[in-house]
């Protein structure tokens, strides 16, 4: 089985004291594969990596990552995939190449430290302090430490959170970079753009379920979608229509106007659109009674309760 | 990012003659990370080792006159319970206060998540603990050689009673120190979730108070933990032999010293097999 998916999941299940997190995911993920699951904070995002990460049991399900079980794999394993981890930026007082050359150490056949500080674009700073790093020079150190094994595997949570524009467009260059190099890569992002930019395939989940998997141009029907067909008509308000043959629509508006339509704009919807549509239509299933729990947030919703109400934020 | 960069060689794939690396080779590399990290942290250099050496000299000036009795040194009853405080220090309170944070910063999930050993993490912390707690022995005894005219014991019974209870006394305080750092919820609660208890022992168990001044009930209460009996093993190997007649028993205990110090490092490590975590809890 090692020479087929990256990933393999099947009805995976995971509950936090009654709190269902996850409640019944299918994943297949295929080698050299750039994987995005996409979704709202608390949908069960972080539990699912963490638990093809080896970092949490499941209650329930098969879940196969490079041929292994993650909740039983061993050290050789480990020493397959990558994980670059969403974490605060205190660490030891090391350099930047010092501890990327001690993590590389545990790795057999890792890439050279160097080589990895210069692909995540650190080699100006590989003598500083990590604490004398900023926040996205550290983000950078983090993918540094998850690439530095040469991993087969490689799960990115949240990659580019706190990263400028420019330093994210470098991030996205070095995904394709391992990508060529055939590297199978997982990412979680709230960022729709990063998703479009990188990923083969996206996978949307919402409340613990994924309710829409496919390519980025396709996803939620996208492709297939009604056009919006918009013109404005001489001395009257814009017009409108959501249409599935936007095609014929202009030939009959060029007929109209025998020639130029004033004011034409012709949209597909963006992967925002679909993207909020699909969560909006999953947020129903919040309420379905497999999920009856008493939820803090749906009370404070119904009564007025005051804005800075925050229980049990300081214990 | 520069992107001329080029990817070197062919992508070995596992399997490939590619053997993980030694978990004993793994354990040094972690022990000196360690150690650096350590010698780098001049808040914890200056906690660790600056604290209990200028408590020496403090309390030895301040207690000087009434401490001489039987034959016993200012310098010989200090530094032998400041010895004993100073490898409670280095052992279980930086070990509890370090790992807390490493905890919260999640260095030890980043660790857990590579092919590193587990083994290795406790071996580099084993290698930490060793180096500092012999420093922080060899600096609290030059200050008592060079405050106190304090001397060196000469008789190599004593210096196997300094052995066994430097040994037993820094096992159980390590490990004891492994397990208590998970019972600060935060990083920065660490400091004085450790401390307070930790300086409540020191003045109840003879290092900071000759344990002869000490009330009654407060000895039976320090008597239950690893530190009273890390003192009274260390004023054995640096006190007159005649300064027996002051501990509360009249003599040396030192078997059951022994058995104290085993018990607490056999109790240490069913606590850390039984409560450590790789993540904090969220």
């Not at chain 1, 993920?29 to 539990?47: M, Q, Y």
């Not at chain 1, 930047?96 to 692909?119: K, M, N, Q, T, W």
């Given at each position: 089985m090692d020479n087929g998916a990256a990933v393999m999941v099947r009805d995976l299940r995971k509950s936090y004291r009654h709190v269902a997190a996850v409640r019944g995911i299918d994943l297949e993920i295929s080698r050299g594969e750039v994987f995005a699951l996409l979704g709202p904070n608390g949908a069960g995002k972080t539990t699912?990596?963490?638990?093809?990460?080896?970092?949490?049991?499941?209650?329930?399900?098969?879940?196969?990552v490079l041929g292994e079980d993650p909740a039983r794999a061993g050290?050789?394993?480990?020493?397959?995939?990558?994980?670059?981890?969403?974490?605060?930026?205190?660490?030891?007082?090391?350099?930047?190449?010092?501890?990327?050359?001690?993590?590389?150490?545990?790795?057999?056949?890792s890439r050279r430290a160097e080589e990895a500080i210069d692909l995540v674009g650190l080699a100006g700073q590989a003598q500083s302090r990590i604490s004398a790093l900023s926040g996205g020079q550290t983000r950078r150190l983090d993918v540094a430490l998850g690439i530095v094994g040469r991993p087969e595997m490689l799960f990115l949570d949240e990659p580019?959170?706190?990263?400028?524009?420019?330093?994210?467009?470098?991030?996205?260059?070095?995904?394709?970079?391992?990508?060529?190099?055939?590297?199978?890569?997982?990412?979680?992002?709230?960022?729709?753009?990063?998703?479009?930019?990188?990923?083969?395939?996206?996978?949307?989940?919402?409340?613990?379920?994924?309710?829409?998997?496919?390519?980025?141009?396709?996803?939620?029907?996208?492709?297939?979608?009604?056009?919006?067909?918009?013109?404005?008509?001489?001395?009257?308000?814009?017009?409108?229509?959501?249409?599935?043959?936007?095609?014929?629509?202009?030939?009959?508006?060029?007929?109209?106007?025998?020639?130029?339509?004033?004011?034409?704009?012709?949209?597909?919807?963006?992967?925002?659109?679909?993207?909020?549509?699909?969560?909006?239509?999953a947020e129903p299933a919040a309420a379905d009674p497999e999920l009856a729990e008493p939820a803090p947030a749906e009370p404070a919703a119904a009564e007025p309760a005051p804005a800075d109400s925050e229980p049990q934020a300081l214990s | 990012m520069t992107q001329s960069i080029k990817l070197a060689g062919p992508r070995t794939r596992p399997g490939a003659a590619t053997e993980l690396p030694g978990a004993w080779r793994?354990?040094?590399?972690?022990?000196?990370?360690?150690v650096k990290t350590f010698f780098r942290d001049k808040m914890a250099v200056a906690f660790i080792f600056g604290l209990p050496s200028i408590l020496l000299v403090l309390l030895g000036s301040i207690f000087g006159s009434q401490a001489a009795a039987q034959g016993v040194t200012?310098?010989?009853?200090?530094?032998?319970?400041?010895?004993?405080?100073?490898?409670?220090?280095?052992?279980?309170?930086?070990?509890?206060?370090?790992?807390?944070?490493?905890?919260?910063?999640?260095?030890?999930?980043?660790?857990?998540?590579?092919?590193?050993?587990?083994?290795?993490?406790?071996?580099?912390?084993?290698?930490?603990?060793?180096?500092?707690?012999?420093?922080?022995?060899?600096?609290?005894?030059?200050?008592?050689?060079?405050?106190?005219?304090?001397?060196?014991?000469?008789?190599?019974?004593?210096?196997?009673t300094f052995a066994w209870?430097?040994?037993?006394?820094?096992?159980?305080?390590?490990?004891?120190?492994?397990?208590?750092?998970?019972?600060?919820?935060?990083?920065?609660?660490?400091?004085?979730?450790?401390?307070?208890?930790?300086?409540?022992?020191?003045?109840?168990?003879?290092?900071?108070v000759p344990f002869s001044v000490v009330p009654h009930w407060m000895r039976i209460v320090a008597s239950f933990f690893p530190l009273k009996w890390m003192a009274q093993g260390m004023r054995s190997v640096f006190l007159p032999e005649q300064a027996a007649a002051l501990e509360p028993a009249g003599s040396w205990e030192h078997g059951r010293t022994a058995l104290v110090l085993l018990a607490w490092t056999a109790a240490g490590l069913v606590l850390c097999i039984r409560t450590f975590r790789w993540q904090s809890r969220r």
């Amino acid at each position: 089985m090692d020479n087929g998916a990256a990933v393999m999941v099947r009805d995976l299940r995971k509950s936090y004291r009654h709190v269902a997190a996850v409640r019944g995911i299918d994943l297949e993920i295929s080698r050299g594969e750039v994987f995005a699951l996409l979704g709202p904070n608390g949908a069960g995002k972080t539990t699912t990596v963490e638990i093809l990460e080896g970092f949490r049991r499941r209650d329930h399900g098969t879940v196969d990552v490079l041929g292994e079980d993650p909740a039983r794999a061993g050290r050789a394993w480990r020493a397959r995939i990558g994980i670059v981890l969403q974490l605060s930026s205190a660490g030891p007082e090391l350099t930047v190449l010092e501890i990327v050359r001690h993590f590389a150490a545990f790795y057999p056949g890792s890439r050279r430290a160097e080589e990895a500080i210069d692909l995540v674009g650190l080699a100006g700073q590989a003598q500083s302090r990590i604490s004398a790093l900023s926040g996205g020079q550290t983000r950078r150190l983090d993918v540094a430490l998850g690439i530095v094994g040469r991993p087969e595997m490689l799960f990115l949570d949240e990659p580019t959170t706190g990263f400028d524009p420019e330093a994210r467009r470098q991030f996205w260059q070095l995904i394709r970079t391992l990508r060529e190099d055939g590297t199978t890569i997982v990412l979680t992002t709230h960022y729709l753009d990063e998703a479009e930019a990188l990923a083969d395939r996206i996978a949307v989940i919402a409340s613990g379920l994924i309710v829409a998997e496919g390519a980025p141009d396709t996803l939620g029907g996208r492709a297939s979608a009604a056009a919006r067909v918009s013109w404005e008509p001489p001395g009257g308000a814009r017009r409108t229509v959501e249409t599935s043959t936007p095609t014929a629509t202009i030939t009959e508006l060029a007929r109209q106007f025998s020639g130029e339509i004033p004011g034409l704009v012709v949209t597909r919807p963006t992967l925002e659109d679909v993207y909020l549509d699909l969560i909006a239509a999953a947020e129903p299933a919040a309420a379905d009674p497999e999920l009856a729990e008493p939820a803090p947030a749906e009370p404070a919703a119904a009564e007025p309760a005051p804005a800075d109400s925050e229980p049990q934020a300081l214990s | 990012m520069t992107q001329s960069i080029k990817l070197a060689g062919p992508r070995t794939r596992p399997g490939a003659a590619t053997e993980l690396p030694g978990a004993w080779r793994l354990g040094m590399a972690r022990g000196g990370v360690e150690v650096k990290t350590f010698f780098r942290d001049k808040m914890a250099v200056a906690f660790i080792f600056g604290l209990p050496s200028i408590l020496l000299v403090l309390l030895g000036s301040i207690f000087g006159s009434q401490a001489a009795a039987q034959g016993v040194t200012v310098g010989q009853l200090f530094t032998a319970g400041m010895i004993a405080g100073g490898i409670m220090s280095t052992s279980f309170q930086y070990l509890a206060i370090s790992i807390a944070t490493e905890r919260e910063n999640g260095m030890l999930k980043r660790l857990s998540g590579t092919p590193m050993p587990r083994t290795a993490y406790f071996a580099g912390k084993l290698v930490q603990v060793m180096v500092c707690t012999v420093a922080e022995t060899v600096l609290l005894i030059a200050v008592g050689m060079l405050f106190y005219h304090l001397h060196l014991p000469t008789e190599p019974g004593r210096w196997w009673t300094f052995a066994w209870v430097f040994v037993l006394g820094s096992a159980a305080c390590a490990l004891l120190g492994i397990a208590a750092s998970s019972v600060p919820r935060s990083a920065a609660s660490a400091m004085p979730v450790i401390t307070l208890p930790f300086t409540v022992l020191q003045f109840i168990s003879g290092v900071y108070v000759p344990f002869s001044v000490v009330p009654h009930w407060m000895r039976i209460v320090a008597s239950f933990f690893p530190l009273k009996w890390m003192a009274q093993g260390m004023r054995s190997v640096f006190l007159p032999e005649q300064a027996a007649a002051l501990e509360p028993a009249g003599s040396w205990e030192h078997g059951r010293t022994a058995l104290v110090l085993l018990a607490w490092t056999a109790a240490g490590l069913v606590l850390c097999i039984r409560t450590f975590r790789w993540q904090s809890r969220r």
